[in-house]
């Protein structure tokens, strides 16, 4: 385990070329939170970080990058989407769109919009990636219905499932909110952090968060046996990673 204390677009000069399997982060985005007052956030900052991603990921390795926008002014500020597209044009694929879903999301009071309940998840690989080992989910159903072929034609369909039949998850993970109470303002799900470091690398390989925070994405890779690289801005939030991580 390697924890870093700095500005992650200097500690991130430290480590090698293609030597990370896998980055699960999520940035601060569009100043939705203080951090302190240690927050500098925008283009200056988000491009190189990405920039850097793409230079530590080793070929076939995937960054999961959780991010969410700001309404100002009436508008959604799209930089989810900007950072997404951005990822592209230095070498990334977009190789998934996922949601975070959360269960118990906060009402948006005084608003002229449905109740906000998700973040993004762009998963980003370097070229196609080395590892899915997928969640599964069984299933015991009986299908029938109609489906639209390739020349529009209708056609009815029909499915069957045994007992011990399984299938992937959707792209859409759904968590609750809230519980744990470490001291960060924007502490993500454990689970979410379990889920796509099972999903995207294998036990012994080495996991990334330059945007650490209280040390989610460290104590799940460091429970499935992977290694871990934390970088951590904030001196507070780093002694917090520290001490959940038991260094």
């Known amino acids: 385990m390697n924890l870093m204390l700095g500005d992650c677009l200097e500690r991130m000069k430290e480590i090698p070329d293609g030597s990370v399997d896998l980055t699960v982060t999520s940035p601060p985005y569009d100043n939705l939170r203080t951090y302190n007052n240690s927050l500098d956030w ?6 190189p970080v990405l920039q850097e991603l793409f230079r530590v990921t080793k070929q076939g390795g995937v960054v999961v990058w959780i991010v969410s926008d700001a309404t100002i002014k009436g508008s959604e500020t799209g930089t989810s989407f900007r950072q997404a ?3 592209k044009e230095i070498g990334f694929n977009l190789h998934d769109t996922m949601i975070y879903k959360k269960a118990n999301a906060m009402p948006n009071a005084n608003s002229k919009r449905y109740r906000q309940c998700f973040e993004y998840m762009f998963i980003l690989s370097k070229g196609e990636p080395n590892t899915f080992n997928p969640i599964m989910v069984g299933v015991k159903r009986f299908d029938v ?5 390739k020349n529009g034609s209708i056609e009815n369909y029909e499915k069957k499932y045994s007992e011990n039949k399984e299938r992937k998850i959707d792209n859409i993970f759904e968590y609750g909110v809230g519980g744990l109470n ?15 470091i099972i999903s995207w690398s294998n036990e012994g390989d080495t996991v990334l968060d330059c945007f650490m925070g209280s040390g989610t994405t460290g104590k799940m890779a460091l429970l499935n046996n992977r290694k871990f690289i934390g970088i951590e801005k904030d001196a507070g939030y780093f002694e917090i990673a520290k001490q959940r991580l038991g260094v």
């Not at 925008?42 to 491009?47: A, D, I, L, N, S």
């Not at 219905?145 to 072929?149: A, D, L, S």
């Open 85 to 87: 597209l951005y990822a």
């Open 145 to 149: 219905g109609k489906q639209r072929q």
């Open 182 to 196: 470490t001291g960060h303002p924007a502490i993500f799900p454990e689970q979410l952090a379990n889920d796509h």
């Open 42 to 47: 925008g283009e200056h900052v988000w491009k």
